[in-house]
């Protein structure tokens, strides 16, 4: 879960000028790469030949 302190620090880097869905879209982004982070630095991912082997599977 992103806090609001990251969330308002990270606001502050972008231009004053933005629309509500490009703030929401940020804020996704914000929260998904800091939960990739979390999981990495956990163990929590999947090596890169397994993940091949799942996607593999949904794309045929």
Known sequence: MITKTQLIGSLEKLPENLTIDQVIDHAIFVEKVQKGMSDSENER???KDEAR??????LK
């Open 53 to 58: 082997k799942k996607l593999n599977k949904w």
């Open 45 to 47: 991912v999947s090596p």
